[in-house]
């Protein structure tokens, strides 16, 4: 079946740290990727996708590309910041499947000054 | 744009009390689904609908759980008789369609404590 395996968390970073936050994935065929971000007492809001192999998803200096070869959707930032602070999550979207999310575990980010 | 609106935000009640959760998607969405959030479990999709038939709801937990549709501007999650295991917080989201690279929008969830 489908899945996403997220590094566990907390990760905890100083301000203007580089961030690495790893997503790998098992799925057949070309599934699309995602990151979504979750801040506290909110819901999930898109951060960045992906819909086929190589692409780079981008979005408020975070940056993600699919690499089928690796199943991987990493993401990353150069320099977070406090208001980065949040939990992120990883999904997957099977092709054939609709459009039914396969969510990781999350990853809770703590950024500090 | 008005996003995804849920309520109640928060519930408490007791157990063996129904509960009824609602979702108004974004307007012109056609596909809704609802999930729920736990520490132990994470996000688990529990059913969801495309223009307003319920396409797959293999995740609801058991019969004490349903979920309805009755246009396209509204859905209901209900649960009865709830139980302390149902406290979490539930999130409706809603997209375009049920296509493939399609974007889900949520709610701010509702966080259900059953004492």
């Known amino acids: 079946g489908n899945s996403v395996t997220q590094m566990e968390g907390p990760v905890t970073l100083s301000e203007e740290a580089f961030l690495t936050i790893n997503c790998t994935y098992t799925?057949?065929?070309?599934?699309?990727l995602f990151w979504y971000v979750q801040y506290p007492g909110e819901g999930l809001q898109l951060l960045l996708k992906?819909?086929?192999?190589?692409d780079k998803g981008s979005n408020k200096g975070f940056e993600a590309t699919y690499r089928k070869e690796t199943t991987s959707f990493h993401l990353e930032k150069g320099s977070v910041q406090v208001s980065d602070s949040a939990v992120y999550f990883c999904?997957?979207?099977?092709?054939?499947?609709?459009?039914?999310?396969?969510f990781g575990t999350g990853t809770q980010l703590k950024v500090e000054l | 744009d008005a996003g995804v609106i849920q309520s109640p935000r928060h519930e408490v009640t007791e157990m063996g009390q129904e509960v009824t959760l609602r979702c108004k998607p974004i307007?012109?969405?056609?596909?809704l689904f609802w999930y729920r959030q736990t520490m132990m479990r994470g996000l688990e999709l529990l059913i969801y609908?495309?223009?307003?038939?319920?396409?797959?709801d293999s995740g609801m937990p058991e019969d004490r759980f349903s979920a309805k549709m009755p246009n396209a501007s509204f859905s209901t999650l209900k649960i009865q008789p709830s139980e302390p295991r149902d406290s979490a917080v539930y999130f409706c989201?809603?997209?375009?369609?049920?296509?493939?690279?399609?974007?889900?929008?949520f709610g701010p969830g509702t966080r259900l404590l059953v004492l």
């Open positions: 609908f495309n223009n307003n038939v319920p396409i797959d």
């Open positions: 799925a057949t065929g070309y599934p699309s």
């Open positions: 989201a809603s997209s375009l369609a049920v296509r493939v690279g399609e974007t889900q929008y």
């Open positions: 992906a819909t086929k192999a190589d």
């Open positions: 999904a997957l979207q099977p092709t054939g499947g609709g459009n039914k999310l396969t």
């Open positions: 307007s012109g969405h056609n596909s």
